[in-house]
């Protein structure tokens, strides 16, 4: 899939102020400096960085919308698991986000990305864990996997989907990316390209 045009649309704080669910919806979501932003930038390859927008003061911690090619709506889900936030926050962030995955009509898949160069860790295989449980569609997106060898990534990868076994018949599609050489780039618009037409 080409990405012809991509544009910031709105940014949500609650599943009734989300935009009408007139398009398929891909979302992103990993633990705080993760990769997402330069993910996300590297898909759509457009001048302006898009992600930026989610950074911005007031937005770090909303759903932020992306219309792209007038068919498809890319969804920036805020970071989980900073330790900044504090309790009562962290619960009630952890309601918004899960409120979105678990009961957006709209939601195609989620891109859950990881950190390829970290050994499993247990926030990761929680979240990955409850979006199985609750029945959301998702994938894995191992990033970063520019910083390390092949065979250290694939280790990572392995020991990630060996834990997930413990709970679950198969683990779920799983793509590698690294943002500066766009590895992973056309695969995952391929299949985001196949969800729409299918
Ligand atoms: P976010 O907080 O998840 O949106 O993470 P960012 O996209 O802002 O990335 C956090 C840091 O990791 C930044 O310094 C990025 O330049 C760096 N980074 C992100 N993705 C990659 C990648 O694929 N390869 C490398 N080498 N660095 C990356």
Not at 31 to 47: A, E, M, P
Not at 56 to 66: A, D, K, L
Not at 68 to 83: C, K, Q, S
Not at 88 to 101: A, R, T
């Amino acid at each position: 899939m080409q990405i012809h045009n991509a544009s910031y649309q709105t940014s949500a704080l609650e599943l009734e102020k989300c935009p009408d669910p007139e398009f398929p919806e891909f979302a992103f979501i990993g633990r705080s400096n993760v990769g997402k932003s330069s993910l996300i930038n590297s898909l759509v390859n457009q001048r302006k960085a898009l992600a930026d927008v989610s950074k911005t003061p007031g937005r770090t911690q909303m759903i932020n919308f992306f219309r792209i090619n007038n068919a498809w709506h890319l969804v920036d889900l805020p970071g989980y698991g900073f330790a900044k936030v504090s309790g009562k926050k962290q619960d009630k962030f952890n309601e918004f986000v899960s409120d979105y995955l678990a009961n957006r009509s709209n939601l195609a898949c989620v891109f859950a990305l990881i950190d390829s160069r970290h050994t499993p860790q247990k926030i990761d295989l929680e979240f990955t864990k409850w979006m199985m449980e609750t029945e959301v569609p998702f994938v894995l997106v191992f990033t970063k996997a520019d910083k390390m060898k092949p065979g250290a990534v694939k280790r990572n990868v392995d020991a990630f989907h060996k834990e997930m076994l413990e709970w679950c018949d198969a683990p779920p599609r799983t793509y590698i990316s690294a943002s500066p050489n766009g590895q992973g780039r056309k695969e995952i618009l391929e299949f985001i390209g196949q969800a729409i037409d299918a």
